[in-house]
């Protein structure tokens, strides 16, 4: 099984930055997704931004240009660089491991962030 630990969360100003890591632990997969999403309160959890574990990323049109996902796969980590930061960027983020050729996936139990001044 997988196990999955963000962290990096916590208290930025607008236009601040934060990184946010993601470690995997358990079985290890050749191909396969890293995803990043947020739950902000009262709302539904959001897809933020993806690599795939050949580098191929996407981002939700609202963090183009302004947050940065990467993968170290030696280190079974992703992360997610948040610059500029808004207020509406507060939220729990969460990363998720998928696996296409198992039709499997993993959720971790998510870092909070606040934007605030």
């Known amino acids: 099984q997988v196990q999955l630990v963000e962290s990096g969360g916590g208290l930025a100003q607008p236009g601040g930055s934060l990184r946010l890591s993601c470690v995997a632990s358990?079985?290890?997969?050749?191909?396969?997704?890293m995803d990043w999403y947020r739950q902000a309160p009262g709302k539904q959890r959001d897809f933020v931004a993806r690599?795939?574990?050949?580098?191929?990323?996407n981002y939700a049109d609202s963090v183009k240009g302004r947050f940065s996902i990467s993968l170290d796969s030696a280190k079974n980590t992703a992360y997610l660089q948040l610059n500029n930061l808004r207020p509406e960027d507060t939220a729990v983020y969460y990363c998720?491991?998928?696996?296409?050729?198992?039709?499997?996936?993993?959720w971790g139990p998510g870092t909070k962030d606040t934007v605030s001044s």
């Open positions: 998720n491991l998928r696996v296409p050729a198992q039709d499997s996936f993993w």
């Open positions: 358990g079985s290890i997969f050749r191909v396969y997704t």
């Open positions: 690599i795939s574990s050949y580098g191929i990323t």
